[in-house]
């Protein structure tokens, strides 16, 4: 499940609005609105098993069904936080301003190259979904090529999930799905023409495609034909190869699971190969669901095309590769094997063994993050102190840096080069500053693009720290803050805490511009570094992962005990939120420390980890967090599970949980059982609310008005709950 869209829930909107208001207003008692009866009860009708010697009660297990009992309640649940929400003076006036706001900015989301052509995947001004555009050159002018809205059925958005082009730039593979499902459909577009070619392949909501260096087709992954809420859905998968204008029914199987018995394929590896210009060597590679660390093969591409390759191992998860690039007969590896800010390994196509590897790059105090080799040599994006690097291994072995326009992070979707054409392009952007699209040249200059046009913003006003706070074990958590010039630390301000800590995930400096309108009224937005994710390498990753999880939720409080302590903010004007796995943190935080924080959101949140592996995203997340089927396993995951730390009669302070009833990732049927829970148990009388979006998933290919309306309600939340006199409902 990995996590949800942070960069589009931050980075959407510009402040063009509520900037003479930065100032917080002093606190108020909350008060309390409550329609109606409330919100509607959950039938409890309790399911008690024992595991491992441990008795477990799931009052609410009826729900993983998601029969037409838990749709009525879960829409209804919808309602009756629609109906509260509405209610709060000055959410409407937020939500207008973040639309305005959201339209003035371009927001882009990746760059590639195709012969002289470069392809760009945007986010227009005014618009409310990315579409794919190409200009001839740097300095071309766009073309439209694909808008997902042509595919839109009615009641329901389309998204443009993933895309590639040929590496001539003749033909763009792309995914569209509808309404935030990521159930993806590829299709094939004839660039010159722009007309889409008629096969059609459905279930590659994770597609991977690599094209032939030839262009003549590409290979790809695709799902089991099976039903998308089956337990099976996700597992044995398979990697086939698609000739352009050819029926796909013809399409040929070319790894993974029973194809080729001297490869061993797990039921939740996810099997690609991927081909590259320039080079005779095809790599096959499995994904072991969320396991960062792969398993690779290497044989002759023509061999593999002919149907008999002689498949040879390059690593398998021991080797702690997480990621590889191929240049000619060179085989790039990243890996933190003894060495957890990682390091790069080089193998040649006549002995890929990782045994054979030499070290072409050591780990240092950076982290490295990525590889991409380029036809000039090999790009390296890294990250130290919360800033990004970016280095250049040149063919003669010598590692240059490349001096960046300004101290921010790089964006990891935008991160790019290919062995066809010269240097790398890359987005960089800070908590106050907005992105820009980057080219690096061998030189290492770098050339600003007007890929990103800049926004009418006024960043001045802004400002952003970062530092490091001490948790309760001694081990220092790196801590972001931003908030608006001039703040007083008196602990009058509201502040957001965001934590995640999953999939050695980084929580990298985003441009705050949706954000914004809540610093503009004396709000302080922190980011809580947390261990499980990957901001001090895969030692830290490590530190909050399985039996360690702990340290995710409780660097959590620490933090928000250090920003309490410092000024920052007060107990009751403190907020924290989280999504996807960042659901276990905040779940766990706020069942762990009910008085800690005002209010707790819960954003499409993993909130009952012992059934979480029993939905269809659940067996490739094993690796991450564990199996019950394990007795360790279970230990951990028990503690992870927010569900079962609620207990009656506990004061807990107002939670905003949110779901889409698309959702592949965390089955909406979670946050439903959370809401049940605390609302059935809170003696608090705080609102306990479960916001559910209909045409929508994970949050993945939400369009921008869905996060405008999202963010309005959840800044409004939060100021009411923290006590702001202009946001307190009328009684």
Not at 178 to 200: C, F, H, I, Q
Not at 362 to 373: D, F, L, N, T, W
């Amino acid at each position: 499940m990995p996590h949800f869209t942070r960069r589009t829930f931050l980075a959407s909107t510009a402040s063009l609005a509520l900037a003479a208001a930065a100032r917080a207003e002093a606190y108020v008692q909350p008060v309390n609105f409550v329609p109606g009866s409330g919100p509607p009860v959950a039938p409890m009708l309790p399911v008690t098993e024992t595991l491992w010697g441990h008795e477990v009660t799931d009052r609410y297990r009826w729900m993983e069904a998601q029969g037409p009992e838990w749709q009525a309640y879960i829409r209804a649940q919808g309602e009756y936080a629609a109906k509260v929400l509405a209610a709060i003076p000055g959410r409407d006036a937020l939500a207008g301003a973040i639309s305005k706001n959201t339209g003035a900015v371009a927001m882009v989301i990746s760059v590639q190259t195709g012969g002289e052509a470069v392809f760009i995947e945007r986010r227009p001004a005014g618009a409310n979904t990315s579409k794919l555009f190409m200009r001839d050159g740097v300095a071309g002018a766009d073309t439209l090529l694909i808008d997902p809205d042509n595919y839109a059925k009615p009641g329901e958005h389309a998204e443009l999930d993933w895309w590639q082009a040929s590496p001539d730039g003749a033909y763009v593979v792309f995914g569209i799905s509808g309404g935030g499902s990521e159930r993806s459909v590829l299709r094939v577009l004839d660039v010159a023409k722009n007309t889409v070619l008629p096969e059609t392949i459905d279930r590659t909501n994770w597609a991977s495609p690599s094209w032939l260096p030839d262009g003549s087709g590409f290979c790809y992954n695709r799902l089991q034909d099976l039903p998308p809420d089956s337990l099976d859905y996700e597992k044995n998968s398979l990697c086939w190869l698609h000739r352009l204008n050819t029926d796909p029914a013809q399409d040929v199987k070319l790894f993974g699971h029973g194809v080729d018995a001297a490869v061993a394929v797990q039921d939740i590896d996810a099997p690609g190969i991927a081909a590259t210009p320039g080079s005779p060597v095809a790599i096959g590679v499995l994904e072991t669901g969320v396991q960062n660390e792969l398993t690779l093969y290497a044989a002759p591409l023509a061999d593999v095309l002919a149907g008999h390759p002689a498949w040879a191992k390059i690593c398998d998860p021991a080797d702690d590769v997480t990621s590889f690039t191929v240049s000619g007969e060179e085989i790039f590896l990243l890996t933190h094997k003894h060495a957890s800010h990682y390091k790069v390994l080089k193998v040649t196509a006549d002995k890929p063994q990782v045994a054979n590897a030499v070290e072409v790059v050591p780990q240092s105090k950076a982290v490295i993050r990525a590889i991409e080799a380029a036809q000039d040599g090999l790009y390296i994006r890294e990250l130290d102190a919360g800033l990004a690097g970016l280095r250049r291994l040149g063919p003669d072995g010598k590692i240059t840096q490349v001096e960046l326009p300004f101290p921010g992070a790089i964006d990891e979707d935008s991160f790019y080069a290919d062995t066809l054409h010269d240097g790398a392009w890359f987005g960089l952007e800070s908590w106050v500053r907005p992105q820009t699209i980057c080219r690096a040249a061998p030189d290492g200059t770098v050339t600003q693009t007007d890929i990103a046009p800049l926004p009418p913003i006024d960043v001045t006003p802004y400002a952003s720290e970062e530092v490091f706070t001490t948790a309760r074990d001694g081990v220092g958590v790196p801590l972001s803050i931003v908030y608006r010039n001039g703040l007083k630390r008196d602990g009058s301000a509201p502040l957001l805490l965001e934590a995640y800590g999953a999939y050695g995930i980084t929580l990298d400096p985003v441009f705050m511009a949706r954000w914004l309108p809540f610093l503009d009224a004396g709000g302080v937005f922190a980011v809580a570094h947390v261990r499980g994710g990957g901001e001090l390498g895969e030692d830290w990753h490590l530190a909050g992962q399985k039996a360690q999880k702990y340290h995710t939720w409780q660097d959590a409080e620490d933090c928000m005990l250090h920003l309490i302590q410092a000024g920052y903010t007060t107990h009751r004007r403190a907020a924290v939120i989280g999504g996807s796995a960042g659901g276990i943190t905040v779940g766990r935080l706020l069942t762990e420390r009910p008085d800690l924080v005002a209010v707790a959101i819960d954003m499409v949140g993993v909130s009952d980890a012992l059934r979480s592996e029993f939905s269809p995203n659940g067996p490739p997340n094993i690796p991450e967090f564990g199996t019950v089927k394990t007795e360790q396993g279970f230990h951990d995951l028990l503690a992870m599970d927010a569900c079962q730390h609620v207990h009656e009669g506990v004061k807990y302070p107002s939670v905003l949980l949110t779901t889409g009833l698309n959702d592949p990732r965390v089955s909406p049927w979670e946050p439903s059982k959370m809401a049940a829970r605390l609302q059935a148990a809170t003696a608090s009388g705080n609102p306990v609310l479960l916001r559910v979006e209909a045409d929508a998933g994970h949050g993945i290919g939400s369009t921008r008005d869905q996060r405008d309306q999202e963010t309005a309600d959840i800044m409004a939340f939060i100021l009411w709950r923290t006590g702001d006199s202009r946001y307190q409902p009328r009684v």
